[in-house]
């Protein structure tokens, strides 16, 4: 971990955009509940379109989900290294 001055242009809560320091745009900060309950959301669509859609457009759905799942896989490594628990649970 290393602490760094960053730009916030809005810390408005579960959408605080800030900037990273070597970025030339600005970002969005997703709470990680949040990150988890869109996640969760993500695989309900995929489950219900999977009958409804076209094989090209449930891929389409099913890539957003995955790279939703795969921002949340890194978030839970980075707070495991750090010692840092989880803001929700993975129990069913």
């Not at 959301?41 to 957003?64: F, G, I, V």
Request: with cysteine.
């Amino acid at each position: 971990m290393r602490v760094e001055s960053v730009e916030i242009y809005s810390d408005e809560s579960n959408r605080a955009i800030l900037r990273h320091p070597g970025r030339k745009f600005p970002g969005l900060l997703i709470q990680g509940d949040s990150l988890y309950s869109l996640c969760k959301k993500a695989d309900a669509a995929c489950a219900s379109a999977k009958s409804a859609l076209d094989t090209e457009l449930y891929r389409e759905l099913n890539e957003l989900r995955n790279a939703m799942w795969g921002y949340l896989t890194h978030y839970k490594v980075i707070l495991g290294e750090h010692g840092i628990p989880l803001p929700f649970s993975e129990r069913p």
